[in-house]
DNA sequence: AAATCATAAAAAATCGATATTTTTTGTGCA
DNA sequence: TGCACAAAAAATATCGATTTTTTATGATTT
């Protein structure tokens, strides 16, 4: 008997369609290729996936909890739309879940955390430096690794909940933030906040962490032109 | 065009087999009826609950993100099994989101919120007063009023992300506890808890209220027998 | 004439049956 | 006991049928 019932809030759909579908969607809408307020018309999806019916409906479910899809029965499909509102809400949110979880990550982080945000910051950085040359080609990039050096950051907390639900806000932080600008734009201000963010931290300083990463997170983005 | 695309967060399956199958193995999850570790067979599922198989999946992949279910690629669907490490951290989670929502809630209620409180717990009071004489009777009933309480408390938060997570925390707890007592077994102890968080939460002492919460939500369950 | 309502046609979502693929179980052999 | 292979079971995906919603059209009312 090798099946093992997995761990709670897993979600291993790994060489199966829906798998891939679901990882193709999640990074188009958060890219906002899929826009906000678009529906998300089976047949169309299905041209553009390459995949049936049923394994594109199961993937988009899964999307549904996550807050970056939403249903409404017998109607199908959406892309939620972005609002004023609803932004804030994430902010506040993301505010709540990530300084407590940086608290606690500083309270009982050891040293293979402090490298791991180390390593994470440097491959950052790298990306930043490179923006300003070629903004276009590392957009995408920077995004990634910005969720990275923030989820090293907070890797100690032991609480593995409010960790899932700080990665769903994230990501959906992140898409109203890519849905306002049209054209790639980020202000050196948001690498300056990671570098002292970084540093507060590893001098195990709560309290200017926890400030630092507020405002980080509270500031709006780059309005599109300049 | 009456195709509107709906708030995020939102999830309308009325009058689906869908639908109907996400609220009805919820149901039973939570409640243990489908117990924890337990594999979750299709075939099986069908009859049970007299669907197709594509509602079927579609309704166990929903539950996947809120944590009720958990999927392997190629290998099927399970009840999440209870640890209690995973228990400690759902409680913990529990407290971080509950307490941050009832300070919020205290700040900026309404007389409107204190009324929905006020009935809350009217009904709540009802079956707990019901539970000495017929417990299994009243047994789930009780649940259900309880979640509606915690929820009446915490509704003045704006923020409806958090309120949310807090959603999908409760449920799990409410399984750990179900699922730790054979027989329906509530302390008094947690009827006064109610009582006292109510007066305080109307009386807007926001210290006081939040750390009989806290009590509240770590307060271990019943053992089984006496 | 404009607006409302009913009806029909088209589009789309939903569902279940069937075929395919993968995993699990069972059996014989080294 | 361990391994290879075959059989069974189970999950997954595709397809087509059904149901529901949406759109289009025309008649009726104000």
């Known amino acids: 008997m090798s099946s093992e019932a997995p761990r709670p809030g897993t979600s291993d759909h790994s060489n199966t369609l829906i798998g891939k579908a679901f990882e193709s969607i999640r990074k188009d809408i958060i890219a906002s290729e899929l826009k906000p307020g678009e529906k998300l018309r089976i047949a169309q999806l299905r ?43 994430i902010v506040e949110t993301r505010v709540v879940l990530e300084t407590y979880a940086l608290r606690a990550s500083i309270k009982v982080g050891d040293d293979e955390w402090e490298g791991q945000i180390v390593g994470a910051y440097h491959n950052l950085r790298r990306v930043e430096q490179r923006f300003a040359d070629e903004p276009a080609g590392s957009f995408a990039e920077w995004w990634e690794r910005n969720r990275l050096f923030h989820e090293a950051l907070i890797a100690a907390c032991p609480l593995k909940w409010l960790l899932r639900f700080q990665h769903i806000v994230f990501d959906l932080h992140n898409r109203t933030h890519r849905s306002s600008m049209q054209t790639p734009n980020l202000s050196p201000d948001l690498f300056e906040d990671h570098r002292l963010i970084m540093e507060a931290t590893l001098a195990r300083d709560a309290r200017k962490a926890v400030e630092l990463l507020e405002h980080h997170i509270r500031r709006p983005p780059e309005p599109a032109g300049e």
């Open 47 to 89: 041209t553009r996936y390459g995949v049936g019916t049923s394994p594109l409906r199961e993937a988009l479910s899964r999307l549904v909890s996550e807050g970056l899809v939403t249903a409404r029965g017998q109607r199908g499909f959406w892309v939620p739309p972005v609002s004023v509102e609803d932004s804030e809400d």
